[in-house]
């Protein structure tokens, strides 16, 4: 799980109050890793369905803010401050059940085509208003109940950032993609 040594100076200031892990049966370490990190797992590999895992980590997480990472994603250091600022902002503007947002697409690989892909997702957002899974998704839970969660299958959260389209705003902070995503 790449982007779980991103989270740890979160949950150290207090950013993130806890971590869901939601596996659909890996077979690598995640839940032995994310069982000694202290988190909350979520295991059942007879639950394939992304939509309905995801939904149950959000149902277990007791934040209002959510925050969806894929496992195969770091964050930028420094991010747990743009999440901090965006959550305040909403709060001081009352505007709570409306927020969300999402991390800037980034490629870790140096060259042209990492360069290229990182482009194609800034232009998709202008575009079309719609943001990647990979870079993540943060949400006030009362906005996440309020579009329907996480629907079932294996798009689901594709389909919610579809749901939300130009309700997610871009944090200043960047999630890398690992493999030239």
Known sequence: MPCFAALVPAVSTGVLRDVVVADGGSHDDTVAVSDAAGCTII?????????????????????DWLLF?????????GWGAAVEAFAAAAGRRGSVAAAAAAFRYAVDADGALPRLAEWQASVARVVRGRVRPEQGLLV???LYDAV??????????????????????????????QHGG
């Open 69 to 77: 990472l894929r496992p195969d994603i770091v964050l930028e250091d």
């Open 140 to 142: 006030h839970r009362r």
């Open 148 to 177: 329907g969660r996480h629907p079932d299958g294996a798009m689901a959260d594709h389909r919610l950032l579809s749901r939300l389209g130009r309700k997610v705003g871009l944090l200043r902070s960047r999630a890398f993609v």
């Open 43 to 63: 295991a059942d590999p007879a639950a394939r369905d992304l939509g309905v895992r995801l939904r149950r980590a959000a149902a277990e997480a007791r934040a």
